[in-house]
């Protein structure tokens, strides 16, 4: 059987959506991508897409007329951004652990590096690489004949005319609609036509750009600017800068009670920076300290989740990872994920053995353990540093933090005070009464009070900074953690900043960012659900569905995954991007969320993180306890036959029969519950005189002075309704839950 569109489209690094039109142009209309195609027809699209590669087989020798579409991305520089140069990569240096450390010497201080730049490019320009810019004409490939040169002419001088559309980011229908001179109504009947419904403002993908462009009449161009305002795509650029050493950033993670915390105090609280003693610790996301007249910054938040949502934010603060195993206990499931997430991550790791003081303590299993990991001690011929220690009694912290300060002189960390400061927001929150409150790693130049600073996707000017003892400074160097007010609004973690020294343009690029956000947000609620999975796969949009499954045990994982790789509907195609054992974790929802994919739990229940994560990052779950009802409904929703999944159910009926009004805090309802009960985390509904007056939630839910998770028949609690303070004597509270109802 010949090749279908789709296969062929991707073979070309185009869209099915450019084939099928450029097939419209050939005479051979076809359904959709599904169609297969005949021989004739790939040979004469493979002309179109390829011409470049005819002339060399027709041996011309002259220079092709028409360039393939460059992007500016690699020409565009910052107007006052420095031509890239390469920061030139220090020598080969021992590892300091098997195997993660090849890279290591590009790090001397470029952390906004050339990799992560070429990447973006790759994503955003990737779909128009490798296809000729004016696409949809050359059939006759010569770019000397005579048709050729007036064609070629011809397009010159419709580009002059306006003919080709160029735009950088995103287009909505009404943006369009002005490039072309259009209505947006004859945008939108035009979309009509190709089974689309869209409003107005509705942003429009590449594909849909180029579909509507063409039928329009015009070319379009997508131009990748990458400018000021994409500070971190940004080569920095150090070449005028002597740099210099900088301190370490280290991150702590092992597994659950291995000790963590325990390692961060102890550190923290014998090795308080020296000549700062006094000063009151202050936990702000990270502190320094002092060795041998070096400083180490620790990264204050233990464990593996806040470094992945760093990093899959984009910010590689991390130079060191110092892994936590308990000698008593062993490399346990989580210890396995850091060392994942390090070896990810492309860092040294430090091992840390700790409860030595434990009875059982076992270090050299756990050496043993390791080996399967590629961390083989020194002592075994390897090459990663194990250190005894025990946290509790600070004992081995010693000569734990002059591995790091070994590390590092091996790693050769380095940067420069002496430009505007950049770096990554550590952690960041709302106070009342100062504002936004950022933790940022400053990680190169020096960040000083009154500094015009971009932040994510906010901006502002600092207004104090205050230090992890609590002091105030005035500036701030490279790999010094500080806590700053002075935005206007709150950064996420994991965002990245930079100072600009003109206040304006720091304003200007933080409110094109923070649009940009808003953008994005929009398409993020664009992301895949199930319920509109029936019509994206018929618009074509879906091809391979993403996803993700946690199971209660590895055969179930197993069993689910083969189940719904069977599952054949319309050319679309399940695609299991992960699956695993225990519950929803962040890490699965930040992986979902990146991958564009759902995630499938079956017998397991995301933990609380995760499941804010995935309202905040639009993530579906789906949660089953029968095999057979996940994959029914996977093939349901592809079928376009999705049922409704949450039925309320109504658990209990509370007589209220007091009550009092507090002040600051509002009106609580001294209640007795007469039939069922009633759970702290239940929906309730207000009954007056059989008329609902309010429906939300539970605020608080007490028996005498406890807080408590259910209150049964015959007991009496103290309620509070969440925003809701006109309770009344002999108001009856329903409560009900939602309750998941399992396809038939
Ligand atoms: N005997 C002994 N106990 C320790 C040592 N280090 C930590 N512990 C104890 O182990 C328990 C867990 O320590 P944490 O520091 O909370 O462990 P963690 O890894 O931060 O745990 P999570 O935050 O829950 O992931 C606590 O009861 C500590 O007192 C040690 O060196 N020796």
Redesign the pocket.
Known sequence: MGKRVYEFAKEQNVTSKQVITQLEKMNKPVKNHMAVLDEESVKQLDRVFNPEKYRSADKQEKPAATKPAETKSAESKPADAKPAAKQEAPKARPQASGGQSNQAGNRGGNRFGNNRNDNRNKKRGGKFKGKPAKAAVPLEADPNSKTSQRKAARLAQESEMGNVIKYDDVLSVSDLAAKMDKKPNEIIMKLMGLGVMATINQTLDDETIELLATEFGYEVEKEVLIDETDFEEVEIDFSEYELVERPAVVTIM??????????L?SIRNTKVVAGEAGGITQHIGAYQVEVNDKKITFLDT??HAAFTTMRARGAEVTDIAII?V?ADDGVMPQTEEAISHAKAANVPIIVAV?????EGANPDRVKQELTEFGLVPEEWGGETIFVP?????DEGIDELLEMILLVSEVEEYKSTPEMPARGSVIEAKLDKGRGPVATLLVQHGTLRIGDSIVVGSTFGRVRAMVNDIGRRVKEVGPSTPIEITGLNDVPQAGDQFIVFEDEKKARAIGEKRYQRYLESQRRESAKVSLDDLFSRIQEGEVKDLNVIIKADVQGSAEALAGSLRKIDVAGVKINIVHQGVGAITEGDVILASAANAIIIGFNVRPDGNARSMAEQEHVEMRLHRIIYNAIDEIESAMKGMLDPEFVEEITGQVEVRDVFKVSKVGTIAGCYVTEGKISRDAGVRIIRNGIVVYEGKLDTLRRFKDDVKEVATGYECGIKVEKFDDIKVEDVIEAFIMKEVERK
């Open positions: 092992g597994h659950v009670d291995h000790g963590k915390t325990t390692l105090d233990p464990g936590v308990a700790n409860k030595m003081d434990k220690i025990s946290a509790l009694k």
